[in-house]
């Protein structure tokens, strides 16, 4: 299991100068070896390979160009690109839209990565040491635990850099589930919970919107490439930073509460890509970042040896938790009322109910499977 550890660096002017440099050289290969691809497919009709680009930088390096970075850093630009390749291979036989990978703009590109430990990093106590960049003072907040991996250093729009340590740890066993609790997600609450909670969402986008709208239009007025614009680029940034921290820190809370709530949690395995084609509701689904959640709490989840389960979304809403019949409503409809049983109850907690028993069949119908061989 792999598990990553982000922490704040403090570089001085000179490490900050040569942190720049690695950054644009990394970017300058990535583009060019972008070009090589691009040219060697269309002229010579070849397809280059990760191979030929490391050894065509090996003859480059020994040429003496690229010798100002660590040379694992520049092989791993060229893997990221050879990613991006088969990524879009992948798609275009899939029949998805492909999406050629495009050339890195300045501010496109904004990290690297040093893949080994051995001679390219290596942290003590509050300081990280990086190849051909020498000893950073970090703000080490917590303890790593486990075998280091690799170590990105990134930069973002306010112009911090970050140290991103990935660790391998061992695999938590899986508990037995004993509590489940189904989750629905929405946008009148955040998440309507099984067991009667809902817990709602503070909006922090929809609340700094004309704020940073504001900050855009100042933005745009200013000339490009003059002083003002940059320091009007970095107010926007920072606002939209702020916006982000506030709610990562939100979610991450939310995620931690479901996780130390029961042993198995269940949430609809929703189609987010497609329901933002819906442009009424698109900021707003955006700014409540469903699929984040997600992801931190199985990051939680898989941890503790908890399970974290997605089931199929359709009907959740319409289907009575108590007798199962289907009572169709609209979105304005917020009380599900069926005309069967009886049962009245917020239509999120229904189908918080609906989400929760789907979780528990899937298991049990796996668990019989299992045992029948």
């Known amino acids: 299991m792999n598990t990553a550890y982000k922490f704040r660096m403090y570089p001085t002017k000179q490490q900050e100068a040569q942190l720049d440099l690695t950054l644009e050289t990394c970017r300058y290969l990535y583009n060019l070896a972008l070009a090589d691809r691009k040219s060697a497919y269309e002229v010579e009709g070849i397809s280059r390979s990760y191979e030929d680009q490391a050894a065509m930088l090996t003859v480059e390096r020994k040429n003496g160009n690229f010798n100002g970075v660590y ?6 630009v060229l893997r990221r690109l050879d990613k991006s390749f088969k990524a879009f291979f ?12 495009r ?59 970050y140290a991103i340590l990935v660790t391998e740890i061992g695999d938590v066993p899986q508990i037995e589930p004993k509590t489940v609790v189904g989750v629905d997600v929405g ?13 709602q969402y503070p909006r922090y986008y929809i609340k700094t919107e004309k704020q940073l709208a504001a900050a855009q239009r100042s933005k745009d007025r200013k000339k490009k490439g003059s002083k003002n614009r940059a320091k009007a680029k970095i107010k926007e940034a920072k606002i939209s930073q702020r916006v982000t921290n506030l709610r990562d820190e939100f979610l991450h809370q939310v995620s931690r509460k479901l996780v130390d709530s029961a042993d198995l949690i269940v949430f609809e ?4 890509q497609g329901m933002l084609k819906n442009h009424h509701l698109a900021k707003h689904i955006q700014d409540h970042a469903w699929g984040k959640l997600i992801q931190f709490t199985q990051s939680k989840a898989e ?8 089931v199929d979304a359709r009907y959740t809403s319409q289907k009575c938790s108590q007798c199962g019949t289907i009572v169709p409503k609209t979105l304005a409809i917020r009380v599900h009322r069926c005309p069967n049983c009886g049962l009245e109850m917020d239509r999120d907690i229904n189908a918080s109910v609906n989400i929760s028993t789907l979780g528990l069949r899937g298991r049990a119908y796996r668990d019989t499977v299992i045992a029948d061989r």
């Open 71 to 76: 040379a694992h850093c520049l092989q791993d």
């Open 303 to 310: 941890k503790a040896g908890k399970i974290v389960e997605l």
């Open 187 to 199: 946008l009148k609450n955040l998440v309507a919970l099984s067991t009667g909670e809902t817990i």
């Open 103 to 161: 050339f890195k703009g300045q501010g496109w590109y904004k990290s690297f990565t040093y893949p080994d430990s051995e001679t390219g990093y290596k942290i003590e106590g509050s300081k990280l040491t990086l190849s051909k960049i020498g000893s950073i003072r970090i703000f080490k907040h917590r303890e790593v635990e486990g075998k280091i991996k690799t170590c990105s250093v990134k930069k973002d729009k306010l112009g911090h850099w």
């Open 90 to 101: 992948r798609r275009v036989k899939a029949g998805e839209k492909p999406g050629y990978p």
């Open 269 to 272: 395995d929703l189609n987010i």
